[in-house]
C-alpha cells in the first residue's frame, strides 16, 4: 500500500505561475524526500526534509512539514515548461535511506 | 561517471517465458533497490541489497521473482514463469554507503516490460 498520498493528481498551470502539491502520510516518519519523474525516465531526487524541520528551500523549490498534521507541501517558483512531469513523495519511516514508499504522484505540466 | 544502467530499456514477451532484467549500479554505491511502477500500484519496492547480499525482498510478489546480485557492478531480476499482471516498468536504484548521503537514491532509466 502507499504510505504518501499526493493531491492534486495532476495540475496544469501557466509558465511563470507557482505550481503546488501536497502529500499525505499515515505512520510516522523520520525524513520525506520528493522526487521528480519525466516522462519514460526515472525518477531524480529534488529535496529532503527530516521530521524535525518545519521549512526547506532548494533553488525555486520550497518543501514544509507538517508531523502533527502528516502533511507536506512542495512549492515550485515561477515554473517553467521544463518543470512538466510526476512529483512524488517518498516517506523513510527507518530514517536509514531504504525502505522508502512512494505516493501516487502529482503530475504537473506547465503550459509554454 | 555514467549513471544507473538497465537492459533492456523495452522488454516484449510471452506469457509463460522466463525474463531477466539488467542493472549495473553507480560505481562506489553499495546500495541496490529494485522497484516495480504500474499505474494501478504506483511505485513499489520489491528487494534491495546492502553490499550485494539481499536485505530485504519484502515487496517480492511471489516465487516466480528471484532477484540476485553477484557482484557490486551487477544485478538481475528474473521472472519466471512470466504472467500479464507482470507488466510494469521495472527500475533500478542505487545510493551511496550511509556514511555519505545517505537518503538520496539514484534511479535507472527503466525497463518497460509488456507480457503478452
Known amino acids: 500500500s502507499q504510505q504518501g498520498e499526493e493531491d492534486p493528481q495532476a495540475l496544469s498551470i501557466q509558465e511563470g505561475e507557482n505550481a503546488t502539491m501536497n502529500c499525505s502520510y499515515k505512520?510516522?516518519?523520520?525524513?520525506l524526500q520528493w522526487y521528480r519523474q519525466n516522462s519514460g525516465r526515472g525518477l531524480v531526487h529534488l529535496i529532503l526534509?527530516?521530521?524535525?524541520?518545519r521549512e526547506k528551500h532548494s533553488g525555486r523549490l520550497r518543501v514544509t512539514l507538517d508531523t502533527s498534521k502528516k502533511s507536506s507541501s512542495l512549492l515550485i517558483t515561477a515554473s517553467r515548461a521544463a518543470d512538466t512531469a510526476s512529483y512524488f513523495c517518498?516517506?523513510?519511516?527507518?530514517?536509514?535511506?531504504?525502505?522508502?514508499?512512494f505516493g501516487g504522484g502529482t503530475r504537473l505540466m506547465v503550459k509554454p | 561517471d555514467a549513471g544507473v544502467i538497465q537492459s533492456p530499456r523495452h522488454e516484449v514477451t510471452e506469457m509463460g517465458q522466463e525474463v531477466t532484467l539488467r542493472c549495473k549500479p553507480i560505481?562506489?554505491?553499495?546500495?541496490l533497490f529494485w522497484y516495480r511502477q504500474t499505474m494501478m500500484r504506483g511505485l513499489e519496492l520489491l528487494i534491495y541489497?546492502?553490499?550485494?547480499?539481499?536485505?530485504?525482498d519484502s515487496g517480492m510478489p511471489e516465487d516466480r521473482f528471484s532477484a540476485k546480485m553477484p557482484n557490486a557492478s551487477f544485478s538481475t531480476l528474473k521472472i519466471q514463469p512470466s504472467e500479464p499482471r507482470d507488466s510494469a516498468v521495472y527500475f533500478c536504484?542505487?545510493?551511496?554507503?550511509?556514511?555519505?548521503?545517505?537518503?538520496?537514491?539514484?534511479f535507472g532509466p527503466g525497463t518497460r516490460l509488456t507480457v503478452t
Open positions: 536504484a542505487s545510493r551511496l554507503p550511509g556514511t555519505k548521503r545517505p537518503y538520496e537514491q539514484y
Open positions: 505512520t510516522s516518519i523520520n525524513n
Open positions: 526534509i527530516r521530521s524535525n524541520e
Open positions: 517518498a516517506t523513510d519511516p527507518n530514517n536509514a535511506g531504504n525502505m522508502l514508499t
Open positions: 560505481s562506489g554505491h553499495d546500495y
Open positions: 541489497f546492502n553490499n550485494n547480499v539481499p536485505i530485504d
